[in-house]
């Protein structure tokens, strides 16, 4: 049982570029979130998703976007990236949105310079 | 607003001795709570939680988490620390009149740097 898969584990990104961040749930979590994750500032909610076709914004969305086409698949994308952008990245699935825990992905670590 | 403060950057405990992670909340309504446990180059792994019911609450790895309504604290415990136990730890709140939409993400604290030296 995988659980919640990111790829990739690292990537370096130069000013502008973009990339797409994957995340793939076999639980059939129906919820669906991207987490930012820096140094002493705890976890920051990016973009979340209750269904397939479904996303909504979280805490920090600025310079990100987010599709949901299948149950199991949550892409972040990164568009024009910035140094601020620099962080690990988390996905995470839930089986629902009150009293069930989150299960995470192991991260994507993303330098931007 | 919502909102979890961890007051401690970092504890450290001996082997062997009791833990104790502090966890302060605020919701408008009545909360989860969660607390999670993050190993270097991991993801989050979940620990216990509470709902509602009994405030003393067991979860994995031998951990325990006494709510506290009055002073709105969920400390997380354990009786015997392990150098294993090393980790960061986080504590996170949902409003339980909120859920659905924005307003019932989990909202995450700091966390806390535990340090368990043999």
């Known amino acids: 049982n995988a659980g919640v898969t990111q790829t990739p584990k690292f990537r370096i990104l130069k000013i502008g570029q973009s990339m797409t961040l994957q995340c793939a749930q076999d639980m059939n979590h129906n919820y669906m979130y991207?987490?930012?994750?820096?140094?002493?500032?705890?976890?920051?909610l990016i973009y979340y998703s209750v269904g397939a076709g479904i996303t909504d914004k979280g805490e920090v969305p600025n310079g990100y976007n987010v599709s949901r086409s299948t149950?199991?698949?949550?892409?972040?994308?990164?568009?024009?990236a910035a140094p601020s952008q620099t962080s690990v990245y988390f996905c995470a699935s839930s089986y629902s949105m009150t009293d069930s825990p989150l299960h995470f992905g192991n991260g994507t670590r993303l330098t931007v310079t | 607003a919502q909102s979890v403060a961890q007051p401690e950057d970092q504890v450290n405990?001996?082997?062997g001795n009791p833990l104790?992670?502090?966890c302060t909340y605020s919701v408008s309504g009545n909360p989860y709570l969660f607390w999670?446990?993050?190993?270097p180059n991991r993801g989050l792994q979940f620990l216990l939680k509470y709902i509602t019911?009994?405030?003393l609450v067991k979860g994995s790895y031998g951990?325990?988490?006494?709510?506290?309504k009055s002073q709105t604290s969920f400390h997380l415990k354990k009786p015997s620390a392990l150098v294993s136990d090393s980790a960061l730890y986080f504590c996170a709140v949902r409003d339980m009149n909120h859920y659905g939409g924005s307003q019932g993400n989990l909202i995450f604290g700091k966390g806390t740097k535990l340090s368990v030296k043999p």
């Not at chain 2, 951990?63 to 506290?68: G, L, P, Q, R």
């Open chain 1, 34 to 44: 991207w987490y930012r994750q820096d140094p002493g500032m705890g976890l920051k």
């Open chain 2, 13 to 15: 405990v001996a082997e």
């Open chain 1, 71 to 80: 149950t199991e698949d949550f892409p972040l994308r990164l568009e024009l």
């Open chain 2, 36 to 39: 999670y446990v993050q190993y």
């Open chain 2, 53 to 55: 019911g009994d405030n």
């Open chain 2, 63 to 68: 951990f325990e988490a006494e709510f506290n």
């Open chain 2, 20 to 22: 104790t992670v502090k």
